[in-house]
């Protein structure tokens, strides 16, 4: 199987009555691949996105990232899993306030216990990179919204993950921020990186992504490759 | 449909406010009802046992108008006897002798101690057993109405004889012969025997200057220095030299409180600490519960609570638990008192003893009013917070003092080998240095607790140790006695069946001894023996009795602990002597001092202080042939015997037994003796108490802490935080402080140590040698400072793996 992500048959249940947040939702995701992920408020996006990146287990079915069956991974190999395999990025940032720049940055490869010089080192060139290199030693609250995404994006991708997950990046910036943000992600996007953004913005899906699927009520209502713009 | 409650069931809305404020809170709930109920276990023991080693004295005193000075004189002061100033009661003079006795206790078979006992009594004439001072309580019988009648002193030492006993008086001519019709106690223990006033001359000793016995009640005598000024104003309004000797009532006092008097202080010092612990922990967890709930009460404040229901509704969140815990505490508190109580109960015969019921009542309420006052800041602060700046407040991150300490651990040389979770957790405590220090505190208290409890046990092994001497002399052969003087042990305080009235079967003193020797001589092991003789004997100016040990022969090893000055010279006019003795003659070691009994002198010189408690009866240790010219007789009681190192004590002891037959007694020494196995139980207890309060104070701290971040907990674990690793940086946000805490209390404990152990000291009538006092060895510091970090681990434990399961996505998700 070539695939990077494979969802096969997947429910989650947050109540044991209740409706299903995710329904019998089954996707595969290649390597390279850039997909979007829309539909409404509440139906199930970000549920579908903490799945595969092993921040919750499934009610039902299979998730496998990479040839890992998240599912059935013990907590510490999720932990493991999430530090190697996936970078995760959210709407409201979820930078630690009392560490600088560098020290959030660096974290994920801490914890993974790599050399202190290989991970400034990368931690150096995420910071480039991103254009963030001069607010390496002040504290996220002093930064603007845009740049503490690109902490966020900078932090996620410290492990070379194989797959960035990003929960509606863009929700809490301005238009012209999140058209920035945007464009970083696809061009992470062309140098190989694949990649599953859920977004509200119609705008945004049909120019950053290849392809595009609708949920509703947590299920899969559309799937489709987005035309290349003009 | 739930039915909506009739109006008069509703409950106040600052109740419904707290119940939905405790509900959210069941750990920090069981953390207030834990610690203040061991708080109030501590202090109801401890004031239990502070008022009931009083409270048979007290009452027996009161009851009998007891006299606070017992004046020995002379018949021509007590002719001339005056009334000094400050006196509001006197009795006498009533003549007073002392005399060596032969008890012959003929009692009905099976009812205790039967045979022929020897032993000296201070006799008293007085015609009837009330008047204005000592008014006597007669415990049974009658008083003496006839010539020929005596009534003994119930509390006097050794075995107690029953009505209709007699006594021989040998020192009187013609060695008169009296029966005992009454038993009688004097809350002072003013005599050991009282016979009608004109019978007494018949009992003097020949030769025995005639003494007579003053009683005085005074107007202020609360304190030594109060009861040392009314007996120099005695002293001046009597003819020169006509006061022999001053009996203070607080000497029996101590006598009769001794058994718990020496364990109140250091427990005293537990109930304190219990109580700070207490209110710390209560205060931290209601500023906790405030800082979690500012948007909270925000919100209820802008639908119209008034700053008193906010006041309100934390007070009951506090004190519904706090009710609980003090009233469990209570029960745990008498519950720990039974073994010491009833220890002492059966010593001084005084009935069943419990912790008063006002204790009960009066501990529990002063705990529960302080919790609600350790509460009251936090709770007025919250109330005074406006609603909009509350609610703005509980949105905003977090103070955060904590920044500059997590880069210097991020990045300092010292720590940046750590483990990435091990740093975070170091650098947490100073975002919040006020809880920090409260929590520094209760583990510093709980550190405190037991390394005192640790010292205060070692201490009291080595007491044990020392009072029984059982390291020096690890057997003692008891010899039968003295057949000469037609009696069975020799010394009243060995009580025990001696010998059939008028046996003679025994073999001599001078055989005895050959046959000891030879059994010592015979039998591998030994290494060293020596002569021992014990007698208790009354001494005009001292109450009580005066116990005489006498070695006949190098004694210096014999185990006795030195307070101060050097072991006596064999075969000189020195002597060593504990404590009581110096007390009760007011001499020091250096001075000389002349023995006076039944017509004979000794004047001895004291060459030190030895560690001997004795229940505050004066003791002196000598030469025998020196103590023996004051004492006729003090005759050889038993052999101490030290083995050569390898024997073995039991079979060593067996094999003596079987080759000195049947008349002796070789016994191997044990130095635990039931009370002090009971105390140490009690500070044990104590101990681990203390420490689980300190756990908890931990346990809250840390889960208030997890509870503050617990979004930031999810996004260690979003971004690859295993659950070790979670585990770890929580443990380690309190292991420093708990390190910390282990520091600093180190030094205070000893101090403290210093400071109780002579109090107790004091309590119990005896100074305390150096060697008893210096009980922490170095490693045990070093072992003990780690007990802060044990309690800091042990107490994040449980909320750390609780931080390690939560579920990520929803720790995202909590705002
Ligand atoms: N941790 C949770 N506990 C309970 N219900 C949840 C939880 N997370 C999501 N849900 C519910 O699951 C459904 C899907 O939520 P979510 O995946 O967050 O939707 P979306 O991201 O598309 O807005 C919603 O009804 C939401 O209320
Ligand atoms: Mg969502």
Redesign the pocket.
Known sequence: MDNLVQLTDVTKR??HDGTP?LHHVSLAVAPGEALAVM??????????LNLIAGLDRPTGGEVSVGGDRVDQLSETGLARFRRRRVGMIFQFFNLLDDMTVLDNILLPAQLAGLAAARARTRAGELLEALRIAKHADAYPARLSGGERQRVAIARALVNRPALLLA?EPTGALDTATGEEIGELLLDLNHSGQTLIV?THNPDLAARYARRVIR?VD?QVASDAAVAVRP | MRATPPPALQLPPALRAARGGLSGRRVQTAVIAAVVLAATAACTLALGLLVDSNAPFDHAFAAQRGAHVTATVTPSAQLAAARPSGVTAQAGPFAETTDSVTIVIAGRPGDGPQGVFQTQLTLVGRGSPGGPVDDLTITAGRWASAPGEVVLDRNRRGPAPLLGSRLTVHGAPGSPRLTVVGLASSATGTADAWVLPAELAKLRTPHAPPTAQLLYRFARAGTTAEVNADIARLRAALPPGGLLGAQSYLTAKLRATGSIAPWVPFIVAFGLIGLVMSVLIVANVVSGAVAAGTRRIGVLKSVGFSPGQVVAAYLIQVTAPALAGCVLGAVAGNLLSVPLLGQTAQVYGVGTLAVPFWVDLAVPLAILALTAAAALPPAIHAARLSAVQAIATGRAPRPSGGYAAHRLLARARLTRRLPRPVTLGLASPFARPGRTLVTLAAIGFGVLAVTFAAGLTTSLNRVAADLSRSTAVPVQIEVPGDPSAGSGPAAGAKAGPGAAPGGGSLPSPAAQQRAVLAALHAQPGTRRYVAEADDAISVPGLSGRLSLTAFGGDSRWTGYALVSGRWYAAGSDQVVVNTPFLTATGTAVGDSYTLTSGGRRRTVRIAGQVFDPSGGTPEVIGGLTALASLDPQLAVTQYDVTLAPGTDTALYTAALNRALGPDYQANAMSDSSPELLAVIGLVGALMLLLAAVASLGVLNTVVLQIRERVHDLGVFKAVGMTPRQTMAMVICSVAGTGLAAGLIAIPAVIALHHTVLPVMGHAAQTAIPAAVLHAYQPWEIVLLALAGLLIAVAGALAPASWAARTRT??AL?AE
Request: glycine share 20%; proline share 5%; net charge neutral.
């Open positions: 947050y109540d947040a539909g409404p408020s509440g139906s199930g996006k970000s549920t579908l929960d859920v949920l947590g | 996505a929803s998700r």
